[in-house]
């Protein structure tokens, strides 16, 4: 059975940061989308994502830690643990050598008389068999497999990463549906469609959707907040002016007080970025705010604006802070 940290190249002691990076990383190099000459690939990714699916839940990492559950979130085997009693191999099973020593393991110190041990199931299951059981350990069918992951990737414009919302995507059968993409959604984030995968004997599988944020022109995000760069003329910082300013809900008016010096920074309140984990707010996660830098831009033409100015000669001093 596959260890679920070395799946994800991890130790141990990783934190839960450390799970969500390495599968991250993982993710993205297997995805076979990205690899469409490596067959393994698919396996692989799903390996991953299982592995990261029980990891990442505290109560079953817990579990699988302790041994109660194995790779698969199955039960771990009943009788692990039994080595230590005489007469008792690792795993449950037992031998006797001759003259009734505890032989090298297995059945081959039973004879025909030695019944089906229904005593020692008795004493495990309090009076009557596991389901399934037979006689002897006699061992129960496999449980059936769902079917295989499908893997998808989503590419999301940054506005409607920021702003949240919904993304259409075609499965693989051929149905289109809406994808409500999760608060606070970043480059790299895995979402799972709920049996919208392969068909199986055990159900379906799921769907793994890579999401990819794309750049953009002039917004950049900073956490949950969108930076960007405003330039305005000279006259406009002077005077002060209404101008207008683009954010990914479309353009809004954008005060700018006189005398607005190049590199001052404007709040946009709740034009930012969805907010991981936040309240909604009449139906909508609350959002970050857009922080907009001035940059004033002189005119192409100079000669006028320094027939202006004539021997006129700013009195500040602002350099004055650094000592010069």
């Avoid at 959604?185 to 049996?195: A, F």
Wanted: hydrophobic share 35%; with cysteine.
């Amino acid at each position: 059975m596959r260890d679920l940290y070395a799946t994800l190249g991890i130790p141990r002691t990783a934190s839960e940061a450390d799970i969500k990076s390495a599968y991250r990383k993982l993710a993205k190099e297997l995805h076979p989308d990205r690899n469409t000459e490596n067959p393994n690939a698919a396996e692989k990714f799903s390996e991953a994502t299982r592995a990261y699916d029980l990891l990442s839940d505290k109560a079953k990492r817990a579990q699988y830690d302790r041994g109660e559950i194995d790779a698969e979130g199955n039960p771990a085997n009943p009788f692990a643990g039994m080595g230590g009693r005489p007469g008792y191999g690792r795993g449950g099973t037992y031998g006797a050598g001759p003259g009734g020593a505890p032989g090298a393991g297995g059945f081959e110190g039973f004879g025909a008389d030695d019944g089906d041990l229904s005593d020692l199931f008795e004493g495990l299951f309090g009076g009557r068999k596991p389901q399934g059981a037979k006689r002897g350990f006699g061992r129960q069918p496999p449980p059936p497999k769902r079917g295989a992951d499908i893997q998808y990737r989503l590419a999301v414009p940054f506005v409607d990463a920021a702003a949240g919302r919904d993304q259409r995507i075609t499965l693989a059968d051929g149905k289109a549906i809406s994808l409500k993409l999760p608060a606070g959604v970043e480059d790299g984030t895995m979402m799972r469609l709920k049996d919208k995968g392969h068909p199986g004997t055990g159900g379906y599988g799921d769907g793994i959707v890579l999401v990819e944020v794309g750049t953009h022109p002039f917004f950049r995000r900073e956490g949950d907040n969108i930076r960007m760069d405003l330039p305005v003329t000279l006259d406009e910082a002077v005077r002060g002016a209404k101008v207008k300013c683009p954010t990914v809900d479309g353009a809004v008016m954008l005060t700018i007080k006189p005398g607005t010096s190049s590199g001052t920074v404007l709040r946009l309140a709740g034009k930012g970025w969805t907010r991981k984990n936040a309240k909604l707010v009449e139906g909508k996660h609350e959002r970050g705010d857009q922080l907009v830098t001035i940059e004033i831009q002189l005119p192409v033409d100079l000669a006028s604006l320094e027939a202006r100015l004539e021997d006129w000669i700013d009195p500040a001093r602002p350099r004055e802070k650094f000592g010069l």
